[in-house]
């Protein structure tokens, strides 16, 4: 059974950082594409950034310049970075993963709060 858990949301001001991260349990992580995705309230869920097994990032516009995703595969962990947060930034966050075999998995989301 794979498991995703999350950590390091919280409440920042505009312009402060947060890093969260994401760590998977069960089968080897480096098959899965990893991604960071985030809902809003009263919105859809939509994709911050993913990086695929090579280390291939992509990233929204929204965020780039300003948002960083890594991934540790001995610590089978991948991290968000965020930086120069807005209040627009504020959201759930989720971490997925992807098989090759298009099976996806969820975590429960953390909570980033932007605001003064």
């Known amino acids: 059974q794979v498991q995703l858990v999350e950590s390091g949301g919280g409440l920042v001001q505009p312009g402060g950082s947060l890093g969260l991260s994401c760590t998977v349990s069960?089968?080897?992580?480096?098959?899965?594409?990893m991604g960071w995705y985030r809902q809003a309230p009263g919105k859809e869920r939509d994709v911050v950034a993913t990086?695929?097994?090579?280390?291939?990032?992509v990233e929204d516009d929204s965020v780039k310049g300003r948002f960083t995703m890594s991934r540790d595969n001995t610590r089978r962990t991948v991290f968000l970075q965020m930086n120069n947060l807005k209040p627009e930034d504020t959201a759930v966050y989720f971490c997925?993963?992807?098989?090759?075999?298009?099976?996806?998995?969820w975590g429960k989301g953390t909570a980033v709060t932007v605001c003064h």
């Open positions: 990086i695929d097994i090579s280390g291939n990032l």
């Open positions: 997925s993963a992807l098989e090759p075999d298009g099976r996806q998995y």
């Open positions: 069960g089968d080897t992580f480096t098959i899965y594409n």
